[in-house]
């Protein structure tokens, strides 16, 4: 009998029970969030408004661990634990001495690791009495997933799809109305902040940033709506810690440690899940594992970007936070990397690797797709376009270790599936895609407009 192992899989009753906070290892306490109006630290009680209680107490958490509520544990084990692979038949393609590991997130329904926050935060806001939430996506992918865990908690769902999206992945928009999501194109009319973007350009594809604007415009001004964001926040990092959690259990059923930690980052929130929990062993028992987030080249907020204090949205609404931020002003090129899009990143991976906790590099579009296709013909599974930068990396890891003839462990996380993607793939196939590296004077440009505190 062949003894080759390929996954490790956990049963329900190895789903984590506590996520972690790593918040709580830190040696300088984070940054407050200031008020966008005030100019002062933003209070529990001004964000009530849009977010539940509970969910702004673990965004300003110091515990430990956090108990994940009984419900939510149910609902996540109609999916979770998710298996580790081990990508045998890249190894092989690549001749390559290392090992390569993968978190497998696109098991979820909604097909990516951003279910792993929209169940909790939809549980907190039922248990709070929100009857509706509006949030925005750009790609689908956090619309989708927030779509579903309202229509599991009977909470109405709204939400701004940035224009561009909207017209090139219909099909995404349709999961979200199959699960009972209201979508509408952003700009939209319904808000203040889309019709002064209409104003000044009837012909705006949108944004992340502006639909941001949206959503929380809509949500501040109605007693029974709150707002729910899909990435960057303290809260959404800590509910994706589960990922690092159970693979941490899984490389010990491969008997093996990681040497190098991956992932693609957007707003940095499946990165800190996979990664916070390695992180955490580096900042409480000294481990040397090396760590890396990976950005498209075209959005390059952590590598290029100025640690400096941002609004999270283009209207100037959001609270003001200190992190990597290529200023809100930023209209990054339409690459098909809809979820990495952004010209902000989440304050802990940007303190982290402000005191060199981790590392950060960027890769231009056309060899994330060759990475990608790599993958899907040996690995079997297609990859998100956003996954795909952190198999870029992978594979350049395993490239050197072949170079230099060492044998590292090599963990990346592949965040989703790429089954609504694949109009972008027969582009890359028919040589219709393009790399966009960022001018310096365009980055120049978009940091004039940082707020001052
Ligand atoms: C949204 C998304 C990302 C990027 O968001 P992060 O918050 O940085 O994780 C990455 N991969 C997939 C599949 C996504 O849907």
Same mark, same amino acid.
């Given at each position: !009998?062949?003894? *080759? ?9 190895? *789903? ?16 407050? !969030? ?9 209070? @529990? ?17 110091? /515990?430990?661990? +956090? /108990? ?12 979770? @634990?998710?298996?580790? =692979? ?19 997130? %696109? ?33 689908? =992918? ?10 599991? $908690? ?26 009972? %999501? ?57 509910? =994706? ?10 490389? /010990? ?17 499946? $990165? ?13 028992? #000294?481990?040397?594992?090396? +760590? ?16 400096? $204090? ?5 209207? #100037? ?15 990054? &090129? ?32 056309? @060899? ?16 998100? &376009? ?50 966009? &590296? *960022? ?15």
């Amino acid at each position: !009998m062949s003894s *080759l192992m390929r996954k490790a899989v956990l049963s329900d009753r190895d *789903l984590p029970q506590k996520w972690y906070n790593i918040v709580s290892d830190f040696k300088n306490p984070p940054q407050p !969030m200031y008020h966008p109006a005030t100019g002062k630290p933003a209070t @529990p009680e001004q964000m009530a408004v849009l977010f539940p209680m509970e969910i702004l107490k673990q965004e300003m958490s110091s /515990e430990r661990w +956090i /108990e994940i509520p009984d419900e939510v544990q149910d609902i996540l084990k109609l999916y979770r @634990p998710s298996p580790l =692979q081990r990508a045998v038949a890249l190894e092989k393609a690549l001749e390559t001495p290392a090992k390569i590991f993968y978190k497998w997130e %696109g098991v979820s329904p909604a097909g990516s690791h951003k279910v792993n926050t929209a169940i909790p935060q939809a549980y907190y806001n039922k248990k709070e009495g929100t009857k509706r939430i509006a949030t925005e996506t750009g790609a689908g =992918q956090w619309g989708s997933s927030l779509s579903l865990a309202g229509s599991l $908690f009977g909470i109405d769902v709204k939400v701004y799809m940035v224009k561009i999206s909207y017209e090139q992945k219909p099909y995404r928009r349709m999961l979200m109305e199959t699960w009972g %999501g209201k979508v509408v194109a952003s700009p939209s009319m319904e808000t203040k902040a889309g019709r002064d973007a209409l104003a000044a350009n009837p012909n705006s594809m949108g944004s992340l940033g502006l639909a941001i604007s949206e959503a929380v415009e809509d949500a501040a001004g109605r007693d029974d709506t709150k707002y729910a964001l899909g990435s960057v926040l303290n809260h959404v990092c800590l509910h =994706q810690t589960i990922i690092g959690l159970e693979t941490k259990k899984q490389l /010990e059923m491969f008997d093996v440690e990681a040497d190098v930690v991956i992932g693609c980052h957007g707003g940095g929130s499946n $990165f800190a899940g996979l990664a916070f929990p390695f992180i955490g062993d580096k900042l409480t028992k #000294g481990k040397k594992t090396q +760590i890396i987030a990976v950005e498209p080249s075209s959005c390059p907020t952590l590598t290029r970007g100025t640690y400096a $204090f941002d609004f999270g949205d283009v209207a #100037g609404m959001t609270p003001i936070m200190k992190m990597y931020t290529l200023g809100h002003d930023f209209m990054p &090129p339409g690459i098909h990397a809809g979820g990495l899009r952004y010209h902000g990143a989440s304050p802990l991976v940007s303190q982290l690797l402000h005191e060199g906790l981790l590392e950060a590099r960027s890769v231009d579009q056309l @060899p994330s797709f060759e990475a990608a296709v790599q993958f899907a013909r040996t690995e079997g599974f297609l990859p998100a &376009p956003e996954s795909s930068h952190a198999i870029r990396a992978a594979i350049d890891e395993a490239l050197e270790c072949k170079k230099t003839g060492q044998s590292k462990n090599i963990v990346f996380n592949l965040s989703g599936h790429g089954h609504f993607d694949l109009t972008s793939y027969e582009k890359y196939f028919k040589g219709e895609l393009q790399d966009y &590296p *960022l001018p310096e004077s365009d980055l120049r440009a978009s940091l004039k407009g940082l707020p001052k505190i």
